[in-house]
Structure formats: C-alpha cells, structure tokens
C-alpha cells in the first residue's frame, strides 16, 4: 500500500494528506502547484506515530472521488515551502579563519529517475526525491518539469546533497 504524501495548511496549521498509487493520476489532473483548494468527499484516518509527518493527529486520504474547488484568493497567503540544497563538498567548517555553522538537517537517501506523466494532454517529467533526517524520518518530495529536469541533470554529475 504506497502512498503520495501532501501537506494542506487550515488557518496556518499543517496537516498530511495522501493518496494511494493508483489515484495518483487521477488526483494530479485535478490540482496545481501553489493554488488554494476547498476539498469535499474525502476521508480521514488516525495517523500512527511512527509515520507522522506533521503535527496533527488525523491524515486526510484523497480518493478518485474527492472533489477540489480552486479558490480564487486566500487571505492571508500561504508561504510555499523550500529546500535549499548544497553540495556536500561544498560545506566549509572555516572560511577567512571564521567558523561557519553549518546545520544539516537532512541528506538525500534517494532520487528516482526522470518519469514522463500525461497530465492535460501533454508530457511533463516528474522525479520523487527522498530526503532523510537525522532520524531516519524520510519525506518524499515530488519536483515537476523544469525543476525536475534541472535536478536530475544536477544529480546525474555525481553530486552529494544535503537539505
């Protein structure tokens, strides 16, 4: 039973959201990257501890028959999310005799290859990429089109990333 992870943030808290495989496709026709959403006819499970990806109790899980309307604005905007990703080697302890704190907060455990998707009658490639933490927590980030092209092409030179 896989899953396809989402977070939703309700009056500024974080909560998950899934999907299984097989209503991947279906679900990604149905929404874009950055929009805003009321979502209906969905259901709900209790989240178990060791899989907790927010602080929330309760997991949403998305099924072919959840219903997303796109809300024209929301007040106040949500802030989108981001990783900024280093090259391992690139992480000086010292630069000009000063000490640098460098916190990692996670490293990249895996990278799928580059997957063609029919969404809308044309092909975009996406790549999931699995980010670890320093408790063996991981996180599945999925990187669309461009991006995901650009960061395969990055990791295909052999770099070494830690978010």
């Not at 899934?18 to 959403?37: L, Q, R």
Request: proline share 4%.
């Amino acid at each position: 039973m896989l899953f396809r992870k989402f977070c939703f943030i309700k009056d500024i808290k974080l909560f998950e959201a899934s999907t299984f495989d097989v209503d991947y496709d279906v679900m990604a026709s149905k929404i874009e990257a950055g929009a805003c959403y009321e979502i209906t006819e969905f259901r709900t499970i209790k989240i178990r501890g060791q899989y907790k990806v927010v602080p929330h109790e309760t997991q949403v899980l998305l099924t072919s028959k959840t219903a997303f309307r796109k809300l024209a604005s929301v007040f106040p905007p949500i802030p989108h999310h981001r990783f900024f990703l280093q090259d391992y080697n690139k992480l000086y302890p010292r630069l000009n005799k000063v000490d640098i704190l460098t916190d990692v907060i996670g490293r990249i455990s895996a990278l799928q290859q580059l997957e063609p998707k029919q969404i809308n009658q044309r092909v975009v490639h996406k790549c999931d990429v699995v980010i670890q933490n320093i408790r063996k927590e991981e996180l599945t980030v999925t990187l669309w089109a461009d991006i995901a092209e650009a960061f395969s092409s990055l990791s295909a030179e052999g770099f070494s990333f830690v978010a």
